[in-house]
């Protein structure tokens, strides 16, 4: 699998951006994807998940504001985000994880697309 994201720059505080994130080599429809970011000095933290059923979940700080989904035509993984504040600012990283039979059976990452918010 492959994961090559997009979409990041610099924004004003109240402004919107959407984050794409291209998948390759594998059958994406089968794929539980994600969006992380990291601030500097800090964690990878979980933004919103969205499951191969279309079940999607967010993290607290971003509900009402951000949105997830997925297109299989594409395939591609978004994240719209609307209403960006300061602490927004992060390096957003697409996560895929591939799901069997038995649960999943990889773990992938992109290579970050950087979103910075200005006050």
């Known amino acids: 699998v492959q994961l090559q994201a997009s979409g990041g720059g610099l924004v004003e505080a109240g402004g919107s951006l959407k984050l794409s994130c291209a998948h390759s080599?594998?059958?994406?429809?089968?794929?539980?994807m994600a969006w992380y970011r990291q601030a500097p000095g800090m964690g990878r933290d979980l933004v919103a998940r969205i499951t191969t059923s279309d079940k999607t979940t967010y993290a607290d700080s971003v509900k009402g504001r951000f949105t997830i989904y997925r297109d299989d035509t594409k395939p591609t993984l978004y994240l719209q985000m609307t209403n960006l504040k300061p602490e927004d600012t992060a390096v957003y990283y697409c996560?895929?994880?591939?799901?069997?039979?038995?649960?999943?059976?990889?773990?992938?990452w992109g290579q970050g697309t950087q979103v910075t918010v200005s006050s």
């Open positions: 080599g594998g059958f994406f429809r089968f794929n539980e």
């Open positions: 996560n895929s994880k591939p799901i069997g039979p038995s649960g999943p059976t990889g773990n992938y």
